[in-house]
């Protein structure tokens, strides 16, 4: 006989209810880097996958060129027709073209994608907001969060009801890449996370270290807040070769299920012989949930 299910172990029907689906790409690098073949694969496994919105958290392009974003720009198109977030990452603006990266960064970046360089996303149930991270005058590799940001990410969150589910996209990461491979964090990422926690964002969602992590922002800062944190969903290089540390050569995605009870997150790795498949997938629990647990 199966033994007795201990209370609050598992999702009530309710609980259980799906609200919203986001797939979640990143760091596709149109240009000499794109795998073609993978980026066949992602539509593929796209079209079947079923999906409310999808992320995009930057790095479309290898070195900011007009003819990569439009290929990109093709390539997005060519994805389900669901609401899109997209932001711009370092590759997004020019490396060595100094005159235009000191005038006018993101100039092609909002011609071909998106003017809006910090989106916002309504979805039911749940709130995204987009951050541009790149810091194109001075920290072009690590990246930069200005208070501004921070407080726009209050003003959209604040105004939100409580049990909303809450998400920050940006490029950059605010919590170390999960291997022994150096990649410095964001001036002031604690900061920033402090923040996200005191307005209750429920996941941050990244790109840049070419390489998946999905836990929590525990892991990285204790602080005062040590009952659960932030979920941080990094997710690897879906369509180039530039893979790093343990997915070198690797490409993969994240594809989340909010629920009301909980966000689930699977993660997806491409094969050769077919194509893209999910190899992990990861509950949290959502803060509204722990608190009626907790009231009980
Ligand atoms: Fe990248
Ligand atoms: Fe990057």
Redesign the pocket.
């Known amino acids: 006989m199966d033994p007795a299910p201990i209370p609050g172990n598992s999702l009530e029907a309710g609980e259980n209810q799906v609200q919203t689906r986001i797939l979640h790409v990143?760091?596709l690098?149109f240009g000499p880097p794109l795998v073609p073949e993978v980026a066949e694969a992602l539509l593929d496994v796209a079209s079947k996958l079923p999906m409310d919105a999808i992320v995009v958290s930057?790095?479309l392009t290898q070195r900011a060129r007009r003819e990569q974003f439009v290929e990109a720009k093709r390539f997005l198109q060519r994805l389900p027709q669901v609401p899109l977030l997209v932001i711009p990452?370092?590759?997004d603006v020019p490396l060595y073209h100094v005159t235009r990266r000191m005038s006018d960064p993101h100039r092609i970046y909002r011609e071909e994608i998106s003017e809006e360089l910090n989106p916002v996303l309504r979805l039911p149930g749940c709130v995204i907001v987009g951050l541009d991270s790149t810091a194109p005058r001075s920290a072009i590799s690590n990246g930069r969060i200005h208070s501004w940001q921070l407080d726009h990410c209050q003003q959209i969150f604040q105004a939100v009801p409580k049990d909303t589910v809450k998400i920050v996209v940006a490029?950059h990461h605010f919590a170390p890449a999960p291997d022994y491979l150096h990649d410095s964090t964001m001036p002031k990422a604690r900061r920033a996370i402090m923040r996200f926690v005191e307005l209750g964002v429920d996941a941050i969602l990244g790109?840049?270290l070419?390489r998946s992590y999905i836990g929590n922002s525990l892991d990285f800062y204790p602080g005062t807040h040590r009952e659960q944190g932030i979920v941080i969903a990094q997710c690897g290089?879906s369509t180039?070769r530039?893979g790093r540390g343990r997915e070198q050569e690797k490409n993969t995605f994240n594809w989340l299920c909010l629920r009301n009870g909980a966000i689930d997150i699977t993660h997806h790795m491409f094969f050769h012989e077919s194509g893209f498949l999910p190899t992990s997938s990861h509950r949290f629990y959502r803060h509204t949930r722990l608190a009626q647990l907790k009231d009980a």
């Open positions: 990143s760091d690098h930057g790095d990452g370092n590759h490029h790109g840049h070419h290089t180039s530039r």
